[in-house]
């Protein structure tokens, strides 16, 4: 074994580490020597959001230790921050396995450091974390969760006073104070119990009130209450809240998928927590045909992310991606809005640069603003502090299954978008169509827009400088021509330059530094490359659009924009 991760694994055998983790290095030595260099060859990264990793013993998987670490730097930096005030954070964790400890873990480290503590008494979902540390008045907060990552992994996701992950420069100073922290010594572990209090039903009850105000056409619902739905938590939080928040705005006929009920760690029904994946939704889709529903909601782990499943125009039911389930809700958002009289000429909408150009589209024709800012809900949260009193938040979100309505909470959360999918549902109903119907009406009124994605792995030691040779190659030489139409444009995120490539023309992006590429054709193509930062994987986002004159027409229209992308992926070497 390496030197260096040798002496790491004594450390911890001759450390103040507790028995059973001894005996699991002991273990491990015996049996997973492979196991045990990889448990100890670095430290686990404390990113800009925090930690994800697999659980275990070890300095680079999630366990009470690294996570006690990671707990103690991040409240000696809210406390430089807020050097002689009272300093509150807020506490939640999902279902998964351990989380419930970590979040104690976190709970009585942050107490010990004299820090008063907010802890849900069980398991919720990270939207209501967001939402309690603004209603609280809290100066951070943290939960417990891998979001939908597969049963092994764990994690911490730490938030700022607004409700939102971290952003600079607060993120880049935790980092500092959590990689200061070299020594289990070095963490306050208990004598803080008197500062931690439990969080329970009060919290839930502020949350759905919350939700309920963001509903437009409550008298659809009532028109339409038994609207039958059909929902899967996927073994996760969503479980505690989703039910509850759709009998108060009304709907009276609910099935919630009984096998992936139980919230579990082990995630019994599926190979990965994901409702982004078929296989994950399948036992939903399947409940939805017995029973000829409407509509099929599921929520990830944590409750941030959410999957939905309609009948589509054969009457087929079918999975809607990330892209569609933002562009129906945003159109929702700001049509019913406007219809309603309770538009506002502020109103504003967020997007991200790498979620389909359609959204910018709907909000240019319904005159309200739209800014595209950096992947990632956090980024989402700063512009609407940045823009607060000037501007109203109305919706935000991804392609990445992610939505954010209304402005009481600063991350992407499924509680509140399962309502308002469902009141859209509603709504269509009413009006004799179905969320599909709809989705066609935007097509033929905004465009047709097709999306695409696909990630290439560079396994092995050289996996992240092939990765970054191939961004860097695309930087020097981009691509003239994209399935034989030319590249006009190269907008590079890192160096934060657009570039005109027919005219030389060149000006400054206004986002913070990222390293994604994208290209822009004469035909209205987007194709944007964004490497991983955690994994040797880099990402291709694809965009094609045309006109959609008639229903009729949708099959053959879907099918060439299909073809478009494997063209594009075949002329661009990325198969």
């Known amino acids: 074994m390496d030197a260096a991760i040798l002496e790491k694994v004594n450390s911890w055998l001759n450390g103040n580490y507790d028995a059973a983790t001894k005996d699991a290095i002991r273990k491990m030595q015996e049996t997973q020597p492979d196991e045990l260099a990889d448990a100890f060859y670095r430290n686990l990264e404390f990113g800009t959001g925090g930690l994800r990793g697999i659980m275990g013993v070890?300095?680079?998987?999630?366990?009470?230790?690294?996570?006690?670490?990671?707990?103690?730097?991040?409240?000696?930096?809210?406390?430089?921050?807020?050097?002689?005030?009272?300093?509150?954070?807020?506490?939640?964790?999902?279902?998964?396995?351990?989380?419930?400890?970590?979040?104690?873990?976190?709970?009585?480290?942050?107490?010990?450091?004299?820090?008063?503590?907010?802890?849900?008494?069980?398991?919720?979902?990270?939207?209501?974390?967001?939402?309690?540390?603004?209603?609280?008045?809290?100066?951070?907060?943290?939960?417990?969760?891998?979001?939908?990552?597969?049963?092994?992994?764990?994690?911490?996701?730490?938030?700022?006073?607004?409700?939102?992950?971290?952003?600079?420069?607060?993120?880049?100073?935790?980092?500092?104070?959590?990689?200061?922290?070299?020594?289990?010594?070095?963490?306050?572990?208990?004598?803080?119990?008197?500062?931690?209090?439990?969080?329970?039903?009060?919290?839930?009850?502020?949350?759905?009130?919350?939700?309920?105000?963001?509903?437009?056409?409550?008298?659809?619902?009532?028109?339409?209450?038994?609207?039958?739905?059909?929902?899967?938590?996927?073994?996760g939080t969503g479980i505690t809240l989703v039910p509850q928040v759709l009998k108060t705005f009304g709907f009276t006929n609910v099935t919630v998928v009984e096998e992936q009920s139980n919230p579990d760690g082990n995630f019994p029904t599926v190979a990965y927590p994901n409702p982004e994946e078929s296989e994950t939704m399948s036992i939903g889709l399947q409940k939805a045909k017995v029973l000829d529903a409407d509509i099929l909601l599921g929520t990830d782990p944590d409750a941030d992310r959410v999957g939905i499943g309609v009948k589509n125009h054969k009457g087929e039911w079918v999975l809607m991606n990330g892209n569609q389930t933002a562009v129906l809700a945003f159109a929702y958002m700001m049509e019913a809005r406007k219809a309603k009289g309770i538009a506002t000429p502020n109103d504003m909408v967020i997007s991200t640069i790498v979620t389909t150009q359609m959204i910018n589209q709907v909000a240019k024709q319904n005159n309200v603003a739209c800014y595209n800012v950096l992947t990632g809900f956090k980024w989402i949260a700063e512009l609407i502090k940045e823009k607060e009193g000037k501007e109203n938040y109305v919706i935000g979100g991804e392609e990445s299954f992610g939505l954010m309505i209304g402005d009481k909470i600063r991350d992407k959360d499924a509680i509140s978008a399962v309502a308002l999918m469902c009141e859209m549902a509603a709504y269509e109903k009413a009006k004799g169509r179905t969320l599909f119907d709809k989705m066609i009406e935007l097509y033929i009124q905004y465009g047709f827009y097709y999306e695409n994605l696909i990630s290439i792995t560079k396994k092995g030691m050289n996996g992240q400088k092939e990765i970054a040779a191939m961004m860097e190659s695309y930087r020097q030489q981009p691509p003239a021509t994209i399935d034989g139409a030319k590249v006009v444009e190269l907008l590079d995120y890192d160096l934060q330059t657009g570039k005109n490539l027919i005219t030389g023309e060149s000006w400054k992006i206004e986002l913070p530094k990222s390293n994604v590429l994208q290209f822009i054709t004469e035909d209205g193509s987007k194709i944007s490359a964004r490497p991983s930062g955690t994994e040797p994987k880099i990402k291709f986002y694809f965009s094609v659009n045309t006109i959609l004159k008639e229903k009729a027409a949708f099959d053959e229209q879907y099918a060439a924009l299909q073809n478009k992308v494997k063209r594009i992926i075949t002329d661009m070497n990325l198969q």
Request: proline letters at 4%; aromatic letters at 10%.
């Open 58 to 235: 070890g300095t680079n998987r999630v366990n009470k230790y690294t996570i006690g670490m990671a707990t103690q730097g991040f409240a000696n930096y809210l406390k430089k921050s807020y050097t002689g005030a009272e300093i509150k954070v807020a506490i939640a964790h999902d279902s998964r396995n351990n989380s419930r400890f970590f979040a104690e873990t976190t709970a009585n480290v942050f107490a010990a450091n004299g820090i008063k503590v907010f802890l849900f008494e069980a398991l919720r979902p990270t939207p209501e974390l967001s939402f309690a540390i603004r209603h609280l008045g809290c100066q951070g907060g943290v939960v417990c969760t891998a979001s939908h990552n597969p049963k092994e992994y764990n994690g911490y996701k730490a938030y700022w006073n607004d409700g939102g992950q971290l952003v600079p420069p607060h993120d880049k100073n935790v980092i500092k104070e959590v990689e200061a922290i070299t020594n289990v010594d070095d963490v306050k572990w208990d004598g803080g119990a008197a500062n931690i209090t439990l969080l329970g039903t009060e919290m839930d009850e502020a949350y759905i009130n919350m939700v309920k105000q963001l509903s437009v056409y409550p008298d659809v619902i009532a028109q339409q209450h038994d609207l039958k739905i059909v929902y899967t938590p996927i073994h």
